[in-house]
Every structure is written in structure tokens, then in C-alpha cells.
């Protein structure tokens, strides 16, 4: 929180019976010691209120978070499978963050989608999976592996994925993986598009959505059961794998 040590004590930041901070550069942690009550006359003491009497840096960022109820969608961003910078695309796509042509902002640009000739404005709803482009990618994809999509509303899509594809079960981890890796692909590819005049065709984006996934899988050491024989089946890679553990 400040330049203190990470082995110093609370008594440090005390001095004459008033509060004594170091150097504080960060926004967060200086609001942190305005919310402190002034230490009054009459001999003080430290002491953490915790169960089992002993600090705890968890008990203490427990009580400065601030807390809200569990997303529905945070399981699709979590499995043995996860690649970090897929999954932060598509945590910007859940919540609708993604610089889409539809923000107010760019009124004056052209809003309509690169990716397609639909016509359709680029919004988040259209480019997962309204537009053209991307549902031949899901098409290109499906031709591989049975991933269904059933929604074109996005957060409809999204609440569905989120119960389908919960839990621990490496089948329904590595459909959450091949998600995010989609998503990322696509706007990955809008980018392409926009700014660097580059494209690909849908056929070349579902085929390495696959593979990526595909060898991510392989890069994993799973345990040889029915479940990991399922997977590797689904996503036709070689049984048995050198480095699968027992």
C-alpha cells in the first residue's frame, strides 16, 4: 500500500499517538488513509479482529474491497485451457467494452461492419454471431467440432454458454477456451481490417481457432481417464499422448 516493508507493522505508521504515512502515490490507497478516524487522547493499541486473532492479509483486503454479487459468466473465463490474452478479449466482450463503431463517441465515422456486407451497424450483438463472417467461422468450426451456438443475442449466448459449459469437465473447459479464442480471432480480424487493410477469410480464422485450441489442449498434462479420451476423440488428437500423467 506505501513504500513500508513488507515485514513492518502496523506500529510504524504511528508516531506521538498520530498517524504517520509514508510516501503514498497511489489514488486508491491515499482514500484509504482519509477514511481512518483520528486517533483521540487515552492510550491506544493495535489489534486485528479476526477469528483466530492473527492478521491475515486476505482479512484486511476483505475489508476495503468493495463486494457485489457473482457474474453469471465469470466460469467461461476459467479452465485448465485458458489462454490469458483470449480470455481478456472476451471479458471486454462480455461486458460490452469492445470499441465497437456503435459507441457515441465515433458518431462520425462510418459505423457499418468491415467483416460482412450485411449493411448491419458494428455492435457487439452483431459481431457475435449476427454477422455473416463470423457465423461462417462458427460454420468453418462445427465442420471440426460439434460447438453449438444457438443464440444470436450475445448475452443471451452468453447466460447459455455459462450453464452449458460450467465445471470442472475437461470437455466443456476446452469449449469454453475454443470461445474465447473465437472471439478474439474475430476481433482480431476486424482490427486487421480496419487499421493494417489485411483480411482473412473465414475458412483460415475457424481452422486456427480450432488448431490454437487444439494444441493448447495437447500442452496440458491430464490425467488418463474416460473424460481425457473423450476430449482428445473430440478434438481428434492421437491417444495415447506422450506426457499424459497417470
Not at 78 to 83: E, M, T
Not at 118 to 127: C, Q, R
Amino acid at each position: 500500500m506505501t513504500n513500508t516493508r513488507t515485514h513492518d507493522k502496523l506500529s510504524v505508521v504511528m508516531k506521538d499517538g498520530q498517524w504517520n504515512w509514508p510516501m503514498i502515490t497511489d489514488i486508491a490507497c491515499l482514500e484509504i488513509t482519509y477514511m481512518l478516524p483520528p486517533i483521540s487522547e487515552g492510550q491506544d493499541r493495535i489489534s486485528w479482529k479476526s477469528n483466530d486473532g492473527s492478521f491475515k492479509t486476505s482479512t484486511a483486503y476483505d475489508l476495503f474491497r468493495q463486494r457485489g454479487p457473482k457474474v453469471v459468466w465469470s466460469s467461461l473465463l476459467v479452465g485448465p485451457f485458458k489462454i490469458p490474452k483470449n480470455n481478456f478479449i472476451l471479458w471486454l466482450a462480455i461486458m460490452g467494452k469492445l470499441s465497437t463503431l456503435d459507441k457515441p463517441w465515433l458518431h462520425h465515422t462510418d459505423s457499418n461492419c468491415i467483416l460482412c456486407t450485411d449493411g448491419a451497424p458494428e455492435t457487439h450483438d452483431h459481431l457475435f454471431f449476427t454477422c455473416s463472417f463470423s457465423r461462417r467461422c462458427l460454420t468453418i468450426i462445427r465442420q471440426q467440432i460439434p460447438f453449438l451456438w444457438p443464440h444470436r443475442h450475445w448475452q443471451r449466448g452468453i447466460h447459455w454458454a455459462s450453464s452449458r459449459w460450467r465445471g470442472k469437465h475437461v470437455v466443456n473447459a476446452a469449449f469454453r477456451s475454443l470461445l474465447a479464442s473465437l472471439v478474439y480471432h474475430i476481433w482480431q480480424e476486424r482490427n486487421s481490417r480496419r487499421f493494417q487493410q489485411r483480411s482473412r477469410t473465414p475458412s483460415i480464422v475457424g481452422n486456427l481457432v480450432v488448431e490454437e485450441v487444439r494444441q493448447r489442449i495437447i500442452s496440458v498434462q491430464l490425467r488418463q481417464t474416460v473424460s481425457t479420451f473423450g476430449l482428445y476423440r473430440l478434438w481428434k488428437i492421437p491417444w495415447p499422448v506422450e506426457g499424459l500423467s497417470n
